[in-house]
């Protein structure tokens, strides 16, 4: 079954289709047994399908990020000589276009099934026949570097973007501006005098990396802040 995230823009002049998709291949909306499809929109307006559960967690964990300005999938495609010395072409999963303007190609895969298919190599020669437009680096993401956390946190992330500023994030804005030290989200939210408007608020400031957390997990109105800067315990 295909999901789709896509919500299309919204502007004063009203709803738009988002545009097509910037990859060098649109992967097909039929579903393997053992794979996915979902469909999202990228910050830049531009449809993004993912072929498997974990390359939509890769997706998602990569666009709540406030360092990753968008990301196309199926962005390049990189010839490198095999072991016998002819050809092989291989399509690179998702490149990040970061907001310092490098961009990360990426390979996604089960950290079981890299092993077994011997992805790490295959990482290498591809980073090293890359043309430098592809690329600034080159990884390899698995499911060890999206959480269950991380996700549940990203499409929290997704969701109050979605929505958009409300009228109570100046109430939650003025309370982060006076954060010195440690506070829950709650403990915001309580002092602003707003409520789950509040909460999204202050999530929102999360994103922007206007406040930072400082406890790890999902994020709830237990989930300690602080200002920017600080680190995460």
Not at 215 to 227: A, E, F, H, Q, Y
Request: with cysteine; net charge positive; charged share 25%.
């Amino acid at each position: 079954m295909e999901q789709n995230h896509c919500t299309g823009v919204r502007s004063a002049e009203g709803w738009r289709p988002p545009h097509d998709f910037r990859g060098v291949r649109t992967p097909s909306v039929q579903a393997s047994r053992y794979s996915a499809r979902v469909t999202m929109v990228t910050p830049s307006d531009h449809l993004l399908r993912t072929e498997s559960g974990l390359e939509e967690k890769v997706a998602v964990v990569s666009l709540a990020r406030p360092d990753v300005r968008d990301i196309v999938g199926q962005a390049a495609i990189v010839r490198y000589p095999g072991p016998d010395g002819k050809p092989i072409d291989h399509t690179l999963d998702f490149v990040e276009e970061m907001v310092d303007d490098s961009r990360v190609a990426m390979i996604v895969k089960p950290s079981a099934t890299a092993d077994k298919r011997g992805t790490r190599g295959v990482l290498k020669a591809v980073a090293a026949h890359a043309p430098a437009s592809v690329a600034t680096r080159f990884v390899l993401a698995t499911e060890n570097d999206v959480s269950p956390a991380q996700v549940a946190n990203a499409r929290l992330i997704h969701a109050v973007r979605t929505l958009g500023p409300a009228p109570d994030d100046p109430a939650v804005h003025a309370v982060a501006a006076c954060v010195r030290g440690p506070m829950t989200i709650g403990e915001a939210v309580e002092r602003s005098r707003t409520h789950a408007e509040g909460f999204r608020a202050a999530v929102r400031l999360l994103a922007d990396r206007r406040l930072v957390t400082l406890s790890k997990g999902r994020i709830t109105r237990r989930t300690l802040v602080g200002p920017a800067g600080e680190d995460a315990r």
